[in-house]
């Protein structure tokens, strides 16, 4: 069992950057394990905004947040960040980190996830 513990979420307004950091329990599983950042806005569904596999060798971003998102991982403080910079209104939302035991590739989809932090809120104002 793995739990995740996320940080860094606030009220800002737009334009401005935040980091996210999110906490694994256990240090021999999150060093094997591909970690990505979702979030969910108010009506809509949870959706994939990064993730990075075991390695920090290949990461993914979702369309929206490229060029602007950064995720990063560090095995030695069993933690995943994710660097938001130039923030928008759209970018309002709860954001769950989340661990997969996936390694051939980057996982994706949220089915493809074995644990979940309880999320942080991200609320910009325009």
């Known amino acids: 069992q793995v739990q995740l513990v996320e940080s860094g979420g606030g009220l800002v307004q737009a334009g401005v950057s935040l980091r996210l950091s999110c906490a694994a329990s256990?240090?021999?599983?999150?060093?094997?394990?591909?970690m990505g950042w979702f979030r969910q806005a108010p009506g809509k569904e949870r959706e994939v905004v990064a993730a990075i596999n075991w390695s920090a060798s290949s990461t993914y971003y979702a369309d929206s947040v490229k060029g602007r998102f950064t995720i990063s991982r560090d095995n030695g403080k069993n933690t995943v960040y994710l660097q938001m910079n130039s923030l928008k209104a759209e970018d309002t939302a709860v954001y769950y980190c989340?661990?997969?035991?996936?390694?051939?590739?980057?996982?994706?989809?949220?089915?493809?996830?074995?644990?979940w932090g309880q999320g942080t809120q991200v609320s910009v104002s325009s």
């Open positions: 256990r240090r021999t599983i999150f060093s094997s394990y591909a």
């Open positions: 989340a661990a997969s035991g996936i390694r051939r590739r980057i996982p994706t989809r949220i089915i493809e996830y074995d644990y």
